[in-house]
């Protein structure tokens, strides 16, 4: 029988301790240990951000002269001076560029993604939303990704997943996929981590 979640397992009694909003903190804490992502005084754009860990623990890394910008469709709670949030649907494309625009962010260092589409129960519906929100994020980085930035996307392993990796390695110089630890066992969640945007697909 596959393990059930439960909120008191492990990482989220130590999100809670260590005053985390949620246990995907240590995703992304592993992730940036792997691959040096954070950095003092970064422009870093959180996409699927809500309730807020990732930006609590990027806010940290980047300190004040850094800026996180979080998208969610649902309101996030105030974090740090460092941090704006943004309510919008990541698939309305259009209106989240013109949204970044406004607020005259034109370049990010860093773009990330936690994204996860609501769960249908059905596996390969639930993986090609996924692969449909990474599209999103990737057309938003296209605009916004300074040359050289990296796009770091949480996307579900499936039936879709190899032709939508065929296509990320015809389009950056160097992807890379990395699992890790704090993914509940049963989960079919990878990490994908772009560098180098050669053309747009
Ligand atoms: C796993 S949670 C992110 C957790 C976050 N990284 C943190 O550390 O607090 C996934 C998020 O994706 C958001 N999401 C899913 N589909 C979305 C969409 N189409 N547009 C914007 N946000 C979306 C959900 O609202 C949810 O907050």
Redo the contacts with the bound molecule.
């Keep these: 029988m596959p393990k059930r979640y439960t909120p008191n397992d492990a990482w989220s009694q130590r999100a809670a301790k260590e005053g985390?909003?949620?246990?995907?903190?240590y995703?992304?804490i592993e992730l940036n240990e792997r691959e040096r992502l954070l950095r003092p005084g970064m422009t870093v754009l959180?996409?699927?951000?809500?309730?807020?860990?990732?930006?609590?623990?990027t806010a940290q890394q980047i300190g004040p002269k850094g800026l996180a910008i979080?998208?969610?469709?649902?309101p996030?709670e105030p974090i740090a001076d460092n941090v704006r949030t943004i309510e919008?649907?990541?698939?309305?494309v259009d209106a989240v560029q013109s949204t970044l625009t406004t607020l005259e962010i034109d370049r990010v260092d860093l773009v990330?993604s936690?994204?996860?589409?609501?769960t249908s129960g059905v596996h390969d519906v639930d993986q090609w939303?996924s692969i449909e929100?990474s599209q999103?994020v990737i057309a938003i980085a296209e605009q916004f990704l300074r040359p050289g930035g990296a796009c770091v996307i949480?996307v579900l392993r499936g039936e879709d997943f190899d032709a939508f990796y065929r296509e990320l390695k015809a389009t950056w110089k160097d992807v890379k996929t990395a699992r890790v630890e704090a993914t509940r066992d049963r989960s079919t969640e990878v990490y994908v981590i772009l560098r180098g945007k050669i053309r747009a697909a």
């Design positions: 985390y909003r949620a246990r995907s903190v995703k992304l959180d996409c699927g951000a809500a309730p807020g860990s990732w930006l609590q623990f979080g998208i969610d469709r649902t996030i919008a649907d990541i698939t309305d990330l936690d994204l996860a589409p609501n939303r929100l999103a949480k």
